[in-house]
């Protein structure tokens, strides 16, 4: 049995969760992440706590997935966990419309699922276990900006539909069952971990590629959504926040300013000098069937009662992103001779 505080992670492999895991690490918690069976490596962002000389002997890693209740309801019993960050899903939205019933499967039906989990913990001498659920500015859809958590959800892709029945359930299972249970309704947040496949990343990753050669053109969906982008590292930081208060409670965390993907393109493709609009091609493909347009988070009640905002602003994210795919460009021309 764990004497530090323990905390169960799922998603850990993703970019979110390697944040929240090296934050509750260096916090002397013992981390238990989730890892789902896939036929190639899928943990290359934890990699540096779990592995080699460095490895932390508070990080463990267990196979399980959020379609599955045995894994669940094992992982609970071995970790008796003190806090729970349920980060796991289908987290792209395009591909919720490809995948509907799958994304309302992982991000929608599993949070009932692992609710349940955790009450037949608790039923059988489990020890109590705050719980976060990650929640998303995606389930505000076309609601008008500026968002926080009184505004109305109006889910405009089965992604939110998804969230916002999870949403939900936690708040449920709350009022039904007075457990510790938290949504965080965060908006974007990047990081040089986020998947090649979100907007961002897919700039900044052509702008280093296309500055040293390795490529010569990027494809673009809609240039004209609006995003109010943060960096990952200060939101995991708001999820750790929630889990620490008194009561429990839903919190939006955003930092205020939203920008155009036309703007993110403007500085990412400045900081390596060149101009954007010699390089971007746009298709019909990375169209979605419903957009959200413009979003944008009011986080006051996180900044009042979590004392939490964000360290960094957009343009310095915007760097930081593009420098780092530079040094991965860089390192592959060196690799390859
Ligand atoms: P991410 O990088 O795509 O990570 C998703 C994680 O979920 C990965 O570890 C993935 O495992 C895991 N996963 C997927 N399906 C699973 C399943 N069936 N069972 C167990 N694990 C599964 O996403 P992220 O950006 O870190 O986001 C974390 C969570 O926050 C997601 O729920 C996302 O929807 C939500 N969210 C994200 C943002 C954002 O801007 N980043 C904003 C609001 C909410 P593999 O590594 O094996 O794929
Ligand atoms: O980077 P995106 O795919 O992120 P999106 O849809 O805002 O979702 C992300 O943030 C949510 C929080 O609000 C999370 F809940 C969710 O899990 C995920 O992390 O797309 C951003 C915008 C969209 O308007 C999209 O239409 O960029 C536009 N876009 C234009 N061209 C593109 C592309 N998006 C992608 N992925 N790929 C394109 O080529």
């Known amino acids: 049995m764990p004497t530090s505080r323990s905390a169960m992670i799922t998603g850990v492999t993703g970019q979110d969760g390697s944040y929240l895991a090296e934050l509750l690490l260096s916090k002397g918690y013992q981390v238990h992440g989730m890892v789902r069976r896939s036929s190639a490596f899928n943990t290359s962002r934890i990699d540096h706590l779990h592995m080699g000389g460095k490895a932390n002997p508070n990080f463990f890693l267990h196979y399980g997935d959020l379609a599955d209740a045995g894994s669940l309801r094992d992982i609970l019993d071995l970790a008796q966990p003190d806090e729970i960050y349920n980060l796991g899903g289908q987290s792209h939205v395009r591909v919720s419309f490809d995948q509907p019933e799958y994304t309302m499967e992982v991000n929608g039906t599993a949070v009932l699922r692992f609710l ?45 539909v998804a969230k916002v029945a999870a949403h939900h359930e936690v708040v449920n299972y709350r009022e039904s069952y007075g457990l510790f249970l938290c949504n965080g309704i965060l908006f974007n947040h990047e990081s040089p971990r986020r998947g090649e496949n979100f907007v961002t990343r897919k700039i900044t990753r052509a702008a280093a ?30 999820m ?18 939203s920008n155009s993907i036309r703007g993110f ?17 746009t298709d019909p493909r990375f169209l979605r069937p419903s957009e959200v347009d413009d979003i944008e988070g009011d986080a006051s009640k996180a900044r009042d009662l979590l004392g939490w905002k964000p360290t960094m602003d957009f343009a310095s994210l915007v760097e930081m992103m593009v420098e780092a795919d530079l040094e991965l460009a860089r390192t592959e021309i060196r690799t390859e001779g």
Do not use: C
């Open 209 to 238: 590629r296309i500055k040293l050669g390795l490529e010569h053109r990027l494809t673009l969906g809609n240039l004209e959504p609006r995003r109010d982008w943060g960096f990952a590292g200060d939101y995991v930081e708001a």
């Open 116 to 160: 349940e989990a955790l009450r037949f913990h608790l039923k059988h001498g489990g020890k109590a276990a705050r719980f976060y659920q990650a929640g998303s500015s995606e389930m505000f859809g076309r609601a008008k900006p500026p968002q926080n958590e009184g505004t109305r959800f109006e889910p405009r892709s089965p992604y939110a």
């Open 265 to 281: 393109l403007d500085l990412a493709f400045a900081t390596v000098g060149l101009d954007w609009h010699e390089f971007v091609d």
């Open 240 to 257: 750790w926040r929630m889990l620490q208060q008194e009561e429990p409670d839903d919190y939006v965390i955003a930092t205020g300013v």
